[in-house]
């Protein structure tokens, strides 16, 4: 049973995942941002971590113990027109979370796996930089580690897209409230033909006397 086991051994000895621990945070420093399996990204975490939280100091004892710890010795490069590790860890990065009190690094899983024996990647950064900068965009997973299905949902139309509007009704066909009869005129001309129809009686009465 794996009990009290606090470290990965990644299937290597300690002095090769001691080498694998300080190259892959000497890249880290170097590029602040780089692309390797989960595993790594996980055990190396710790370990960056403890390098920012040294370089806040700034210290000859503390740059005493970075350098054991990267086995980092350079004092300066005299080939290239770049700072050491040690110099940029302790004048760029040291300061740049001196108000941060801890979290400095980031790991982000990637949808695709490495080719070969297809082991889970991911981006180990510093939180300060975007995640699109490493040129690999990191998709969703659900809880089975499969990618997240793509919506099909039919896109919205555009306001700027034309819209069809119904044709209008003709003038034969299209009527008005203005010409139907309103029910005073209904009544009005029910009560001239009675009166029209009484005179007409009264008339022929008159005549047959």
């Given at each position: ?5 606090a470290?990965?051994k990644?299937?290597?000895?300690s002095a ?6 300080r190259?892959l ?5 170097e590029h602040?941002?780089i692309?390797?399996t989960?595993p790594?990204?996980?055990t190396?975490?710790?370990f960056a971590e ?8 700034d210290?000859l004892?503390?740059r005493?113990?970075?350098?054991a710890m990267?086995?980092?010795?350079r004092?300066?490069?005299e080939?290239a ?6 110099t940029?860890l302790f ?10 009190p801890?979290?400095?690094?980031r ?13 889970t990647?991911a981006?180990f950064q510093f939180?300060?930089?975007a995640i ?12 089975s ?16 897209a034309?819209?069809?509007?119904a ?7 299209q009527?008005t409230d ?7 005129d209904a009544?009005t ?5 009675a ?5 007409t009686?009264?008339a022929?009465?008159q005549?047959a006397?």
């Amino acid at each position: 049973m794996r009990h009290r086991v606090a470290h990965r051994k990644l299937n290597r000895t300690s002095a090769h995942r001691r080498a694998l621990r300080r190259s892959l945070v000497s890249n880290l420093i170097e590029h602040e941002s780089i692309v390797t399996t989960l595993p790594k990204a996980k055990t190396v975490k710790a370990f960056a971590e403890k390098l920012i939280t040294l370089a806040k100091r700034d210290t000859l004892a503390a740059r005493r113990r970075a350098i054991a710890m990267l086995n980092e010795r350079r004092i300066a490069d005299e080939d290239a027109e770049q700072k050491t590790i040690i110099t940029k860890l302790f004048k760029i990065l040291g300061p740049r979370f001196t108000d941060r009190p801890g979290g400095y690094t980031r790991i982000v899983r990637l949808s695709q796996r490495r080719l070969g024996d297809g082991s889970t990647r991911a981006v180990f950064q510093f939180v300060d930089q975007a995640i699109a900068s490493t040129g690999v965009r990191a998709r969703r997973t659900t809880k089975s580690g499969q990618p997240r299905p793509v919506s099909s949902k039919p896109a919205a139309p555009s306001s700027d897209a034309p819209t069809e509007s119904a044709p209008e009704p003709s003038a034969d066909v299209q009527k008005t409230d203005s010409d139907k009869p309103s029910p005073q005129d209904a009544k009005t001309t029910e009560s001239d033909s009675a009166t029209e129809h009484n005179h007409t009686d009264e008339a022929q009465e008159q005549s047959a006397k």
